[in-house]
């Protein structure tokens, strides 16, 4: 995912992109915890997809508390 895709959506859709990617993560660290995780690079991606929607999402939180 591409951080400037990201900043093209609003913070609706950041928001349930956030939740579907927590989502994901919850049913990796099952897939792991049970033996059945086959390609574990996938947690460190979605790690990074979630910390990078929280980061966008608090980019335009900050603007937008400085616009008013």
């Given at each position: ?60 939180a900050a603007a937008a508390a400085q616009e008013a």
């Amino acid at each position: 995912m591409d951080a400037k895709e990201l900043r093209d959506k609003t913070p609706d859709q950041l928001r349930d992109e956030l939740a579907n990617l927590k989502k994901e993560a919850f049913n990796l660290r099952f897939q792991q915890a049970t033996g059945q995780l086959e390609n574990t690079a996938r947690m460190r991606a979605v790690k990074r997809d979630a910390a990078r929607v929280k980061t966008i999402l608090n980019e335009k939180a900050a603007a937008a508390a400085q616009e008013a």
